[in-house]
């Protein structure tokens, strides 16, 4: 949740008429956060692409995605209960 807004915010008010072309892997992952990083950016178009979009396949590989689960350890985790 980073703030999107800091360079681009200047440009796009010292010069309204800017056009701005952005890519990113990974947006967001709820609407809200979607959302928050378009009113920061100024974005009035945007296109999403999924895995599996036919145009998108001779681009991409095949992954594996592994979740390892480590435990904490005990100092962290009393900051974790300090803070939940």
Not at 30 to 42: C, G, K, R
Not at 65 to 83: K, M, N, Q
Request: proline share 8%.
């Amino acid at each position: 949740q980073g703030e999107h807004r800091c360079p681009i915010h200047d440009v796009i008010q010292s010069n309204p008429q800017i056009r701005v072309l952005a890519l990113t892997a990974t947006p967001g992952n709820h609407q809200a956060s979607i959302q928050q990083l378009i009113a920061n950016l100024s974005i009035s178009a945007m296109i999403i692409k999924y895995n599996d979009d036919k145009d998108l396949r001779p681009y991409r590989f095949d992954t594996k995605i592994e979740l390892v689960a480590c435990p904490l350890p005990p100092e962290l985790r009393d900051i974790r209960s300090t803070l939940v």
